[in-house]
C-alpha cells in the first residue's frame, strides 16, 4: 500500500510538470493497482473466517468462565445449598449462548 500511495504521489507531480511519460507510469501504475486487487481478495475470505471464530471463542467462553466459578469448590458459597442451583447454572450458560449467538448472527460474524 506504501508503494502504491509513493507512486500515486509521483505521478501526481509528473502530471503537474507536463511530463509526456506520464500516461505509461499511470498505465503501469492501474496494472499494479489490479495485481494488488488479485492478491488481496483471498484475504477477505480469511478475514470472514476469522470473524467467525472470534464470536466462536466468546460463546465457549462465556460457560467456560460459569462452570469455572461453580469448579472452584468454595465453601460458602449460597448457591451450592440451593437445590435447583445446578440446573440454574446450566440454565444460565445456555441462555448467556444463546444471547451471544443471536448477536452475532445479526451482526453476521456468524
Not at 500511495?5 to 499511470?26: A, H, K, M, Y
Amino acid at each position: 500500500m506504501a508503494g502504491l500511495r509513493n507512486d500515486i504521489d509521483e505521478i501526481e507531480t509528473q502530471v503537474f510538470l507536463g511530463d509526456p511519460g506520464v500516461s505509461r507510469r499511470i498505465y503501469q501504475l492501474s496494472r499494479e493497482v489490479i495485481e494488488f486487487q488479485r492478491a488481496a481478495r483471498p484475504l477477505l475470505d480469511l478475514r470472514d473466517v476469522a470473524d467467525h471464530a472470534t464470536a466462536v471463542a466468546a460463546i465457549l467462553f462465556a460457560p467456560n468462565l460459569i462452570g469455572t466459578v461453580y469448579g472452584m469448590n468454595f465453601r460458602h458459597m449460597p448457591e451450592l445449598e440451593w437445590a435447583a442451583g445446578y440446573p440454574m447454572s446450566l440454565g444460565l450458560m445456555a441462555v448467556v449462548c444463546g444471547a451471544l449467538y443471536v448477536a452475532f448472527k445479526r451482526r453476521g460474524w456468524l
